[in-house]
């Protein structure tokens, strides 16, 4: 079974709208981490926030903010007003503390912002 | 500085060559990793190595083989190459606790003809 499902494929939106990319995790670890990574089209992976399990506030980084919920098994990504700069792959990752350095991404979500 | 570095960043070469991929690391981590991603954008975890050590190996053809001869290093060598070998091969490194995040080589490119 998939432990992180990104049901999204492909998402195009216009500059300036706003974007909610979708993660939904399982595990039955009660310790565990969230991440979310960035692959723009020159194809490096960048860091973009960590969560752990006890840790339910919503984070907001400028354009940026990510949502935990529980209870829903879902961290989900929203970009505010997008700019083209924003236009890249991005997976979402779980680590069990359980597995230790075990990562489980997603399959990626490709978004496409149109100028 | 460079967190991450892998070379070569592309490789082009034909069916049944050997090849190896390195992979160095500067922030006194102490786990690395080989990932492989598909045309398809998939992420797959090859192998991890923490202090020197195999922790994690997937089901990969054993004509892949990591070596690690100090924590700073993990280099990836593949034999007797094949089509199928074609991907984007990634290089990471995390620090203990569990939990810490990945951080990624640039990628190298492996074309395979």
């Known amino acids: 079974a998939q432990k992180v499902t990104q049901a999204q494929t492909e998402i195009s939106v216009v500059e300036k709208e706003d974007v909610t990319l979708d993660c939904v995790y399982e595990?039955?670890?009660?310790?565990?981490?969230l991440f979310w990574y960035k692959q723009p089209p020159s194809g490096e992976l960048v860091f973009l926030i960590r969560?752990?399990?006890?840790?339910?506030q919503n984070e907001i980084s400028g354009r940026y903010s990510w949502n935990f919920q529980k209870s829903t098994s879902s961290f989900n990504f929203t970009i505010t007003a997008s700019q083209v700069v924003d236009s890249a792959v991005y997976f979402c990752?779980?680590?069990?503390?359980?597995?230790?350095?075990?990562?489980?991404f997603g399959t990626g979500t490709s978004l496409t912002v149109i100028p | 500085d460079t967190a991450v570095s892998q070379t070569p960043k592309y490789l082009v070469t034909q069916m049944g060559n050997d090849k190896s991929i390195k992979c160095e690391q500067n922030?006194?981590?102490?786990?690395m990793y080989w990932y492989k991603q598909d045309s398809k954008k998939f992420l797959k975890i090859m192998f991890s190595?923490?202090?020197?050590?195999?922790?994690i190996n997937e089901t990969v053809p054993n004509r892949f083989s990591p070596k690690s001869p100090d924590k700073a290093h993990l280099n990836l060598h593949i034999n007797s190459l094949e089509l199928g070998d074609s991907a984007v091969y990634f290089c990471?490194?995390?620090?203990?606790?569990?939990?810490?995040?990945?951080?990624f080589g640039n990628g190298t490119r492996l074309t395979v003809t």
């Open positions: 990752a779980l680590s069990e503390a359980r597995t230790g350095n075990q990562f489980y």
């Open positions: 595990t039955r670890d009660t310790t565990y981490y």
């Open positions: 922030l006194g981590h102490d786990t």
């Open positions: 969560r752990n399990s006890f840790d339910e």
């Open positions: 990471a490194s995390s620090q203990d606790p569990r939990g810490a995040p990945l951080h």
């Open positions: 190595y923490n202090n020197k050590e195999l922790i």
